[in-house]
């Protein structure tokens, strides 16, 4: 297929960084042999290119991997203390299902992710989520850990346009951000998911993807 | 490298401390270098590469290898900064290319002989964070096209669209400044 002008052009970057195939690479090559504007812009760009490369950072270095490794041996003993809690205490059983340590971070990433949208949250009556939250941690009425839907929002929203889509879907925020930056959201009580999630699918430019969490 | 890395990955999945501090010592600077050429605050930058490891320690056994390491580790690290902005409720700084200036002007007006570090500096902060994402991920890491749309999850072209779009405000900056002009 053949490319146009335009199109070969946006490889520019690319052509400084070194990263085209051959075919791409001698296209380009082609146009900017032929065009000064061009060739101004390669040498340019290769002049930021090396600026940036060159520019020192002053990472956190082995201080920054104490820290890591602290706080991970810090996260090993709550976890162990976690698991051996719920093995003594009969009342725990019912979210066993939260011990792994992968689904103890979600639940506590939801419990600071809910911290986001705390003005909405202490402005509503209590939902069946908050009645039924346990000791050590929290289960929905029907016992499921996770939400209805699965949420990615736009990079550039706002927390303000996303508490206010929050809050027209009558939804909350139960855990993420997931490493794929996607977030676990339920209804608050007597509201419909499915009206939510239309709600949520109209939020253009705030809301980027919706999908049941139980397909 | 790439297979040794995605093993790191796979002791880490299963609790291996050393393998996490060997991944650390790998991806620390490039990782710190991309979140603090977003952000511009140091120390907030280091807190963020803490959670973007913190994150790796605990999700590291849902790694499948569909993608390479080094992409998984900057999609992290690319969110985690979408979530400081999100919670600064930073507002974009520049996202149209303005009008005036022309583009072959800027990149003849002496940038290039000039190594003007501090005018980049000013003008990479004047990017929204999309554009800033995307001249980093190119320039600081020489990654492709696809990696970077990979990591941003979005398509090819429309990271090439930003690169488009912040190579002419960024040359459009660099000329104003280095002329003495103002630029908006």
Known sequence: ?215 | MSENHHFLVQQVGQGDKQALAALYRAYERPVYKFIVSRLNDPHEAADILHEVFMDIWRVAASFEGRSQVRTWIFGIAYRKVIDAHRKRARVTVTDEVPETGDVAEAADAGFAAKQEAEHLRFCMGTLSDDHRSAVSLAFYEDMTCAEIAQIAGVPEGTIKSRLHHAKKLLLHCLSGRIQGRVVA
Request: aromatic fraction near 4%; avoid cysteine.
């Open chain 1, 1 to 215: 297929m053949t490319r146009s002008r335009e199109e070969i052009e946006l490889d520019l970057p690319f052509l400084v960084n070194g990263t085209l195939d051959a075919e791409a690479r001698a296209e380009i090559e082609a146009l900017v042999a032929d065009d000064a504007r061009l060739a101004a812009e390669r040498d340019a760009l290769a002049t930021i290119r090396r600026e940036m490369q060159a520019e020192e950072v002053n990472a956190p270095g082995e201080f920054g991997l104490a820290r890591l490794m602290r706080d991970v041996d810090r996260q090993s003993v709550r976890d162990a203390d976690y698991r051996a809690g719920s093995e003594t205490d009969g009342r725990r059983g019912v979210i066993a299902q939260l011990r792994s340590r992968t689904t103890l971070w979600q639940a506590v990433a939801a419990v600071a992710v809910l911290g986001i949208v705390a003005q909405s949250y202490f402005m509503r009556p209590p939902t069946s989520f908050e009645v039924n939250v346990a000791p050590a941690g929290y289960v929905l009425a029907g016992g499921e850990a996770r939400g209805a839907l699965v949420v990615g929002f736009a990079a550039d929203a706002t927390e303000a346009a996303i508490r206010d889509v929050l809050l027209d879907a009558e939804l909350e925020i139960v855990a993420g951000p997931s490493a794929l930056g996607l977030y676990r959201l339920d209804v608050l009580e007597g509201a419909d998911v499915e009206n939510a999630a239309g709600i949520l699918r109209s939020a253009e430019g705030i809301v980027e993807s919706v999908e049941n969490a139980r397909n």
